[in-house]
Protein backbone atom coordinates (compact mmCIF):
# COMPACT_ATOMS: atom_id res chain seq x y z
CA UNK A 1 0.00 0.00 0.00
CA UNK A 2 1.53 3.01 -0.85
CA UNK A 3 1.70 5.80 2.12
CA UNK A 4 2.81 9.31 1.22
CA UNK A 5 4.30 11.80 4.11
CA UNK A 6 4.77 15.50 4.33
CA UNK A 7 7.38 17.16 6.37
CA UNK A 8 6.84 19.33 8.77
CA UNK A 9 3.40 19.57 9.32
CA UNK A 10 3.75 23.19 9.85
CA UNK A 11 5.94 25.67 9.09
CA UNK A 12 6.22 29.63 9.52
CA UNK A 13 8.66 31.91 7.87
CA UNK A 14 9.45 35.83 7.29
CA UNK A 15 8.52 37.04 4.03
CA UNK A 16 11.82 36.63 1.41
CA UNK A 17 12.71 33.93 2.68
CA UNK A 18 13.74 30.64 0.82
CA UNK A 19 11.82 27.38 2.02
CA UNK A 20 11.84 23.50 1.24
CA UNK A 21 8.53 21.57 1.53
CA UNK A 22 9.06 17.79 1.70
CA UNK A 23 7.09 14.65 0.63
CA UNK A 24 8.32 11.12 1.24
CA UNK A 25 6.65 7.82 -0.34
CA UNK A 26 6.44 4.54 -0.09
CA UNK A 27 6.43 2.81 -3.23
CA UNK A 28 8.41 3.91 -6.16
CA UNK A 29 6.06 2.28 -8.98
CA UNK A 30 4.57 5.61 -9.45
CA UNK A 31 3.41 7.34 -12.75
CA UNK A 32 3.91 10.89 -11.16
CA UNK A 33 3.50 13.29 -8.64
CA UNK A 34 1.44 16.19 -8.24
CA UNK A 35 2.34 19.05 -5.99
CA UNK A 36 -1.45 21.17 -5.08
CA UNK A 37 -2.28 24.41 -3.20
CA UNK A 38 -5.25 24.43 -1.03
CA UNK A 39 -6.34 28.00 0.62
CA UNK A 40 -8.52 27.64 3.42
CA UNK A 41 -11.90 26.66 2.80
CA UNK A 42 -11.24 26.48 -1.19
CA UNK A 43 -10.38 23.29 -3.44
CA UNK A 44 -7.14 22.19 -4.64
CA UNK A 45 -5.35 24.18 -6.91
CA UNK A 46 -2.61 22.55 -9.01
CA UNK A 47 0.88 23.74 -9.13
CA UNK A 48 3.33 21.52 -10.52
CA UNK A 49 3.49 17.80 -11.76
CA UNK A 50 6.08 15.52 -12.18
CA UNK A 51 6.54 12.29 -14.42
CA UNK A 52 8.09 9.46 -13.24
CA UNK A 53 10.91 10.20 -15.88
CA UNK A 54 11.65 13.64 -15.09
CA UNK A 55 14.08 14.52 -12.19
CA UNK A 56 12.05 18.54 -11.84
CA UNK A 57 9.69 21.16 -12.97
CA UNK A 58 9.87 24.57 -12.79
CA UNK A 59 7.09 27.08 -12.28
CA UNK A 60 8.36 30.86 -11.55
CA UNK A 61 9.72 30.66 -8.16
CA UNK A 62 8.34 27.37 -7.62
CA UNK A 63 10.85 24.23 -8.31
CA UNK A 64 9.91 20.80 -7.74
CA UNK A 65 12.21 17.86 -7.45
CA UNK A 66 11.85 14.34 -7.88
CA UNK A 67 13.94 11.34 -6.62
CA UNK A 68 11.50 8.30 -7.50
CA UNK A 69 14.62 5.61 -6.13
CA UNK A 70 14.48 7.10 -2.99
CA UNK A 71 10.84 7.79 -2.51
CA UNK A 72 11.28 11.87 -2.31
CA UNK A 73 10.28 15.04 -3.63
CA UNK A 74 10.58 18.64 -2.57
CA UNK A 75 8.74 21.63 -3.34
CA UNK A 76 10.86 24.90 -3.49
CA UNK A 77 9.79 28.02 -2.70
CA UNK A 78 12.21 31.11 -3.61
CA UNK A 79 11.33 34.26 -2.21
CA UNK A 80 8.20 33.47 -0.38
CA UNK A 81 5.27 36.41 -0.17
CA UNK A 82 2.70 36.28 1.88
CA UNK A 83 0.20 35.41 -0.91
CA UNK A 84 2.06 32.10 -0.54
CA UNK A 85 0.49 30.77 3.25
CA UNK A 86 -1.62 27.98 2.37
CA UNK A 87 -0.94 23.98 3.02
CA UNK A 88 0.55 22.29 0.15
CA UNK A 89 -0.28 18.99 -0.40
CA UNK A 90 1.90 15.96 -2.51
CA UNK A 91 -0.17 13.35 -4.25
CA UNK A 92 1.24 10.43 -6.15
CA UNK A 93 -0.36 8.17 -8.74
CA UNK A 94 1.16 4.66 -8.35
CA UNK A 95 0.89 1.82 -10.89
CA UNK A 96 -2.03 -0.28 -11.16
CA UNK A 97 -4.16 1.86 -8.91
CA UNK A 98 -6.01 3.47 -12.92
CA UNK A 99 -5.80 7.32 -11.60
CA UNK A 100 -6.10 7.41 -8.01
CA UNK A 101 -4.37 10.10 -6.06
CA UNK A 102 -2.46 9.02 -2.82
CA UNK A 103 -2.32 11.88 -0.74
CA UNK A 104 0.30 13.02 1.64
CA UNK A 105 -1.11 14.84 4.92
CA UNK A 106 -0.12 18.00 3.74
CA UNK A 107 2.45 21.33 5.57
CA UNK A 108 0.49 24.52 5.94
CA UNK A 109 2.65 27.28 5.48
CA UNK A 110 2.43 30.64 7.02
CA UNK A 111 4.52 33.45 5.23
CA UNK A 112 4.69 36.71 7.78
CA UNK A 113 4.95 39.76 6.45
CA UNK B 1 -13.15 27.55 -19.51
CA UNK B 2 -15.22 26.80 -15.83
CA UNK B 3 -13.23 24.03 -15.07
CA UNK B 4 -14.61 21.56 -12.64
CA UNK B 5 -17.50 23.15 -10.63
CA UNK B 6 -19.66 21.47 -7.81
CA UNK B 7 -23.05 22.36 -6.47
CA UNK B 8 -23.93 22.73 -3.79
CA UNK B 9 -21.17 24.73 -1.65
CA UNK B 10 -22.66 24.01 2.03
CA UNK B 11 -25.40 21.20 2.43
CA UNK B 12 -27.14 20.30 6.19
CA UNK B 13 -28.98 17.54 6.16
CA UNK B 14 -30.32 15.15 8.75
CA UNK B 15 -29.31 11.36 8.93
CA UNK B 16 -31.12 8.90 6.53
CA UNK B 17 -31.84 12.35 4.46
CA UNK B 18 -30.52 11.50 0.68
CA UNK B 19 -29.21 14.16 -1.37
CA UNK B 20 -27.22 14.71 -4.63
CA UNK B 21 -23.68 16.50 -5.32
CA UNK B 22 -23.43 17.96 -8.39
CA UNK B 23 -19.72 17.80 -10.71
CA UNK B 24 -19.43 19.14 -14.08
CA UNK B 25 -16.28 20.01 -16.29
CA UNK B 26 -16.32 21.66 -19.75
CA UNK B 27 -12.75 20.11 -20.50
CA UNK B 28 -14.04 17.46 -22.29
CA UNK B 29 -12.29 15.20 -19.69
CA UNK B 30 -12.70 11.21 -19.91
CA UNK B 31 -11.70 10.58 -16.00
CA UNK B 32 -13.50 12.19 -13.23
CA UNK B 33 -13.40 11.15 -9.53
CA UNK B 34 -14.96 11.88 -6.04
CA UNK B 35 -13.06 12.71 -2.92
CA UNK B 36 -13.77 13.30 0.36
CA UNK B 37 -11.20 15.05 2.80
CA UNK B 38 -11.12 15.03 6.30
CA UNK B 39 -9.22 16.27 9.49
CA UNK B 40 -6.59 13.61 10.19
CA UNK B 41 -7.10 11.41 7.09
CA UNK B 42 -6.22 13.41 4.22
CA UNK B 43 -7.89 13.20 0.83
CA UNK B 44 -9.30 9.67 -0.04
CA UNK B 45 -11.27 8.37 -3.04
CA UNK B 46 -14.71 7.39 -3.26
CA UNK B 47 -15.36 6.46 -7.16
CA UNK B 48 -14.17 7.19 -10.26
CA UNK B 49 -15.53 6.96 -13.71
CA UNK B 50 -12.90 6.23 -17.00
CA UNK B 51 -15.84 7.64 -19.52
CA UNK B 52 -19.40 8.03 -19.97
CA UNK B 53 -21.27 4.81 -18.64
CA UNK B 54 -18.14 3.14 -16.91
CA UNK B 55 -17.90 3.32 -13.23
CA UNK B 56 -15.63 1.99 -10.36
CA UNK B 57 -15.18 1.72 -6.16
CA UNK B 58 -12.90 4.06 -4.83
CA UNK B 59 -10.96 3.57 -1.25
CA UNK B 60 -14.34 4.31 0.72
CA UNK B 61 -17.09 3.55 -1.47
CA UNK B 62 -19.77 2.49 1.44
CA UNK B 63 -22.57 4.66 1.52
CA UNK B 64 -22.44 6.48 -1.46
CA UNK B 65 -23.62 6.01 -5.57
CA UNK B 66 -22.39 7.29 -8.80
CA UNK B 67 -23.56 7.34 -11.91
CA UNK B 68 -21.80 8.63 -15.43
CA UNK B 69 -24.04 9.39 -17.97
CA UNK B 70 -22.54 11.88 -19.97
CA UNK B 71 -18.99 12.73 -20.06
CA UNK B 72 -19.25 16.12 -18.47
CA UNK B 73 -21.36 15.18 -14.92
CA UNK B 74 -20.36 12.97 -12.62
CA UNK B 75 -23.21 13.09 -9.94
CA UNK B 76 -22.37 11.53 -6.17
CA UNK B 77 -25.47 10.38 -4.24
CA UNK B 78 -25.87 10.02 -0.65
CA UNK B 79 -28.97 7.22 -0.38
CA UNK B 80 -29.39 7.67 3.45
CA UNK B 81 -26.81 10.44 4.94
CA UNK B 82 -25.42 9.15 8.10
CA UNK B 83 -22.73 11.68 10.47
CA UNK B 84 -20.19 9.60 9.40
CA UNK B 85 -20.74 11.16 6.24
CA UNK B 86 -19.92 15.09 7.38
CA UNK B 87 -16.86 15.79 5.08
CA UNK B 88 -16.12 17.95 2.72
CA UNK B 89 -16.30 16.68 -0.89
CA UNK B 90 -14.15 17.35 -3.64
CA UNK B 91 -14.66 16.31 -7.34
CA UNK B 92 -11.92 15.86 -9.45
CA UNK B 93 -10.98 15.52 -13.24
CA UNK B 94 -8.42 14.68 -16.38
CA UNK B 95 -7.52 13.77 -19.23
CA UNK B 96 -7.72 9.46 -19.80
CA UNK B 97 -4.56 8.53 -18.90
CA UNK B 98 -2.75 8.21 -15.10
CA UNK B 99 0.20 10.87 -16.42
CA UNK B 100 -2.31 13.80 -16.60
CA UNK B 101 -2.58 16.76 -14.34
CA UNK B 102 -5.80 16.36 -12.11
CA UNK B 103 -7.78 19.35 -11.67
CA UNK B 104 -10.33 19.74 -8.53
CA UNK B 105 -13.72 21.40 -8.16
CA UNK B 106 -14.18 24.35 -5.21
CA UNK B 107 -15.72 21.31 -2.94
CA UNK B 108 -18.69 21.05 -1.08
CA UNK B 109 -19.20 20.96 2.51
CA UNK B 110 -21.90 18.91 3.85
CA UNK B 111 -22.89 18.42 8.14
CA UNK B 112 -25.13 15.44 8.47
CA UNK B 113 -26.65 15.58 11.92
Known amino acids: KQEVTQIPAALSVPEGENLVLNCSFTDSAIYNLQWFRQDPGKGLTSLLLIQSSQREQTSGRLNASLDKSSGRSTLYIAASQPGDSATYLCAVIRHNAGNMLTFGGGTRLMVKP | NAGVTQTPKFQVLKTGQSMTLQCAQDMNHEYMSWYRQDPGMGLRLIHYSVGAGITDQGEVPNGYNVSRSTTEDFPLRLLSAAPSQTSVYFC????????????FGPGTRLLVL
Open chain 2, 92 to 103: ASSYGTAKETQY
